[in-house]
């Protein structure tokens, strides 16, 4: 078992920066990659951001790309989203997702075992 806690999240005016951050615990040496995904109201769960376990490898949804970086530390369990120029479409609720192997591959929340609790991100216009 692996278990994902997300922090980070708050109120932010549109064109700031948030940072999040998730840590992992348990049996953490098994995950093969680590993702972000997001939830608005209404909406389906979306990916936004995925890195591999050595970090040689990152990928991001297009509607991010550019503003978001994703970046991880396996000494210390964790993995961030750094988020820039953010949007009033970027509210939503930002979830830690840790996957065992992409055999869906990266974007499909399929690939993810294990999912943290979430964290609110609200970007004021």
């Known amino acids: 078992q692996v278990q994902l806690v997300e922090s980070g999240g708050g109120l932010v005016q549109a064109g700031g920066s948030l940072r999040l951050s998730c840590a992992a615990s348990g049996r953490t040496s098994g995950t093969y990659a680590m993702g972000w995904f997001r939830q608005a109201p209404g909406k389906e769960r979306e990916f936004v951001a995925a890195i591999s376990r050595a970090s040689s490898n990152t990928y991001y949804a297009d509607s991010v790309r550019g503003r978001f970086t994703i970046s991880r530390d396996n000494a210390k369990n964790t993995v961030n989203l750094q988020m820039s120029s953010l949007k009033a479409e970027d509210t939503a609720v930002y979830f830690c997702?840790?996957?065992?192997?992409?055999?869906?591959?990266?974007?499909?929340?399929?690939?993810?075992?294990?999912w943290g609790q979430g964290t609110q991100v609200t970007v004021s216009s």
């Open positions: 997702a840790a996957s065992l192997g992409l055999l869906f591959g990266v974007p499909n929340i399929k690939s993810y075992k294990y």
